[in-house]
């Protein structure tokens, strides 16, 4: 995935730190601050020519759904928090919160912000929880006053960078946080104190692989795998630990295992072998990170882990089955790690389109079971849970040139890239309109595929993507907002027929988190650094204003005393994304005189 992009950018531009395995520290990047603050006037300069956000909303003439929201229910006591990356361990990311709404909206302004300091690919999906809202960046995890944006406390980490600054944040139990790290460990906090408690190592950094996803924590275990599913020899796994000691009480293999593979804990029984994969001779099956969150059913003590792209990315010919279980939604038993049964979603990938965020849990209005999920392919999957079939798959960005066939001798434009459709930010589903919301970006890519012999000349350990541009801005592929592709959609698709009522055009992609709340709002951001809110039922933007750094983080709102607030997560940095270049910050929004 693209992730490594990133990197590739922002250690070159910011830092002058070079590849992967260059021992970048955080110590090194604070020495950098020259380079940091030169990012920071170049950001301000651009920023002088950037495009004011804009959006538009277009309504489906073909829509015949039902008409009239539901009621909404009085607000749970639960809902004073948000404790959880997608809230709930079944993501569907509704509030039942309702002191914002559609007719107060218009007084939201932002009453304080914390600033990390960073320049940094700030995607953290905050939470709050026992009156504290938590963060982190790639280095430091934080505990801030949730009203006022005051620092509690701050722990900061030393170890050497990956090639992409990124963590999506922390989840909390029984008074300890969790979170992963550039370096392939999980670190456990004292929720008060942010003291840490013990350590695990779960991912090897010497083939590539580290810990960047948000865990989940459920009856004294905490769920969580690893990324690099684009370096060659790199394989993902996901893990359960124990919450108090950190032992590894089970790992699950999310490609086949081969000979030579670690082995950090008990197996869950599962039935992956190698035939799905047909690899050649010289090309080790690689791939299957769970780069982001994951989901989980208490009532059936099902984990639900999505599952990212097999390798090299763009070159299927080396790997000629359908590449279990990479591209697929995998669900395991949560207290064994048994396979259960999975979801392939893109099967023998060749776009680099992992299922790339956590699927929701839903009940429609119309009494269905529904696993929705929007992985990078750019539609929205609606599965029937009671017997697994597919009910709707339908289109949610621009999607173009997918069928053609990559080749050595020519480029190959596609839609949408390796950088488009539903990033690591799950679809939202709101009960009181039946509509699942889904976040995308609308961007394309270039690719020319490397030779045989190049592709398998590649040492293990290091990028392996199969494309042939030396451009480490464009390791996975070209992208270009030469042909005019630069956008986001916003789409509110009926949970039961899988049709859009409305979808939201913005001049800017949507790679943040989408908040659907029982004010009849929805709230999200885009890498123009603009927040909106978004009237639930017809599309139709309420509020909007630019509140910092480009968006790329999670939306939470919740209360303090009794007053709801949001925060975003904003300054998300990427100089291979045309972002302006702000530090991240979280910021923290309610009504004017709240």
């Known amino acids: 995935m693209y992730r490594r992009l990133e990197l590739f950018s922002i250690v070159l531009f910011a830092l002058n730190a070079g590849m992967a395995g260059g021992g970048v520290t955080s110590s090194l990047a604070d020495e950098a601050g020259v380079e940091v603050g030169v990012g920071e006037l170049r950001g301000a300069i651009l920023s002088l020519f950037a495009p004011a956000g804009a959006v538009a909303t277009e309504t489906n003439p073909n829509y015949k759904g039902a008409a009239a929201s539901a009621p909404a229910a009085s607000p749970s006591p639960a809902a004073a928090d948000w404790p959880s990356y997608n809230k709930t361990l079944t993501s569907e990311r509704f509030s039942d919160l309702s002191q914002i709404n559609t007719k107060n909206v218009s007084k939201l302004k932002v009453l304080c912000t914390y600033d990390t300091w960073r320049l940094t690919s700030f995607e953290t999906g905050p939470i709050m929880v026992e009156g504290a809202l938590i963060g982190t960046t790639e280095f430091d995890i934080f505990s801030i006053d949730p009203s006022t944006c005051a620092e509690n406390w701050r722990t900061h980490e030393e170890y050497p960078a990956y090639i992409i600054p990124t963590n999506r944040g922390a989840a909390y139990l029984d008074g300890r946080l969790f979170r992963g790290t550039d370096d392939g460990r999980v670190l456990a906090y004292d929720f008060k104190t942010g003291n840490r408690l013990w350590e695990t190592t779960i991912a ?12 989940i924590a459920w009856e004294g275990l905490v769920f969580i795998g690893n990324a690099g599913g684009d370096f060659k020899g790199a394989k993902g796994h996901m893990y359960a630990l124990d919450a108090k000691t950190g032992k590894i009480v089970w790992q699950f293999f999310l490609v086949p295992k081969t000979e030579g593979d670690i082995v950090r804990g008990p197996l869950g029984t599962t039935p992956l072998d190698t035939s799905t994969w047909k690899n050649v001779p010289g090309a080790p099956i690689s791939g299957g990170g769970t780069w982001t969150s994951t989901t989980l059913d208490p009532a059936s003590g099902l984990l639900y882990v999505p599952v990212g792209n097999p390798a090299p990315d763009y070159d299927n010919s080396v790997r000629q089955g359908d590449n279990l279980f990479t591209g697929s939604v995998v669900v395991l038993d949560a207290k064994t790690g048994a396979y259960k049964n999975h979801f392939q979603l893109v099967a023998r990938d060749w776009h680099d389109w992992d299922v790339s965020n956590p699927p929701a849990l839903i009940k429609t209005r119309g009494g269905k079971r529904l696993m929705a999920v929007a992985p990078k392919d750019g539609h ?18 621009r999607i173009e040139n997918v069928e053609e066939p990559f080749a050595v001798d020519k480029d190959v434009h596609f839609c949408p890239g390796a950088a488009g459709g539903g990033e690591w930010n799950s ?31 590649v040492p293990l350990g290091q990028v392996w993507t199969g494309d042939k541009n030396l451009n480490p801005f464009n390791v996975f592929g ?18 039961d027929i899988g049709v859009w009522k409305w979808r939201l055009k913005s001049n800017y992609p949507i790679m943040g988190a989408v908040t659907p709340t029982a004010g009849g709002l929805v709230f999200f951001g885009d890498l123009g650094g603009n927040f909106y809110a978004i009237d639930a039922a017809t599309g139709q933007k309420l509020w909007g204003q630019k509140i910092g750094g480009a968006i790329g983080g999670g939306v939470i709102t919740y209360t303090v005393n009794g007053t709801q607030k949001v925060a975003v997560a904003t300054g998300y940095v990427a100089p291979a994304f045309p972002a302006e270049i702000r530090r991240a910050k979280i910021a923290i929004l309610g009504l004017e005189g709240g």
């Open 204 to 215: 090897d950094v010497k083939k590539g692989e580290d810990v960047p996803a948000a865990p």
């Open 478 to 495: 070209k992208f270009s907002r030469a042909d005019g592709f630069w956008a986001g959609w916003l789409h509110a698709v009926d949970a």
């Open 427 to 457: 679809p939202a589903y709101d009960p009181l309109t039946n509509f699942i919301f889904t976040g995308q970006v609308d961007w394309c890519v270039t690719v020319k595929l490397q030779t045989r012999e190049e592709m398998a000349a």
């Open 380 to 397: 929205l999957y609606g599965f029937d849970l009671a017997d697994k079939k597919l009910l709707y798959r339908t289109p949610v960005t």
